[in-house]
């Protein structure tokens, strides 16, 4: 589990980064290649537009999960039970054809003496899906990330995502939702834990 969060670099890891005049030249020899003409009155800024998109869409290779999840709280009052957030909406991009990914995730844990708070797990989730990836990927990172820093004793992740790459092209399914999940200590090892997670997920909407 840690090696997939690993193995996903964030920028700063990377070397040789377009300039920003090389970006927006890159649009435009799209643009060309797509059969238009990037000097026309609407496309004259589309360029530089879609390279600002570009850098808050994938925003995530800026940023580590472990620096959002340093932080945790142990004034819990005993509180050992589980945690979940559900429904955190987010976007992605696949890493196959560019095109986005919309879903919820639901993401759980049992503390074992320390908490996060709340709004670090919906973080981590933005962190994730603000790169290229696959949904299956992305699940499992999330959880991974969640378990290195926090070592709790368990912790499940759901995620419920809609692909524009089937939608949009291909097979033109729209509306089709793939579903992924990965579960960490306790949701793997006892069914019951797994069982109550799932149940909570579906059970208060």
Known sequence: MDAIVKNFPSQTDVDGRPSQKEAEDAVRVLLRWAGDDPQREGLID??????????????????????VLGRTFEEVAG?????????????????????PVVGHAHVAYLPEGRVLGLSKIARVVDIFGRRLQTQETMTAQIAGAINETLRPRGVAVMIEAEHMC?????????GSTTLTTTFTGAFKTDAAE????????RGFR
Do not use: N
């Open 46 to 67: 589309t360029p530089k537009r879609v390279v600002k998109a570009y850098k808050e869409l994938f925003s995530g290779y800026d940023l580590a999960a472990e620096d």
């Open 79 to 99: 509180f050992d039970d589980i945690v979940l957030v559900k429904d955190i909406p987010f976007h992605s991009h696949c890493e196959h054809h560019m095109l």
């Open 166 to 174: 089937m939608a949009m092209r291909g097979v033109l399914k729209q």
């Open 194 to 201: 797994q069982a109550r997670f799932l149940s909570m997920v």
